[in-house]
């Protein structure tokens, strides 16, 4: 999966799989997240949205499964 650097003071990069519909989403603190089951449309809004945490906090983050990534090769 590749990893887009966004503009955000929560998230330093996104990355979405159309294949497994995971959301993979590095933040500023370090640590790597990924997210199941997302839809595509999910992820085409946060990259258009403005406020890209804000976006994840209400639409992403506790709305569908993930796991922490322990180590991510960039």
Excluded: H, W
Excluded at 24 to 30: D, L, M, P, T
């Amino acid at each position: 999966m590749k990893l887009q650097a966004v503009e955000s003071s929560m998230i330093e990069a996104v990355g979405y799989d159309e294949t497994t519909s995971n959301l993979e989403v590095i933040f500023n603190s370090g640590k790597t997240y990924r997210y199941f089951e997302v839809p595509k449309t999910v992820y085409l809004e946060l990259m258009e949205s403005d406020s890209k945490g804000s976006y994840m906090l209400s639409d992403v983050i506790d709305c569908f499964p993930y796991e922490q990534v322990k180590k991510r090769r960039r």
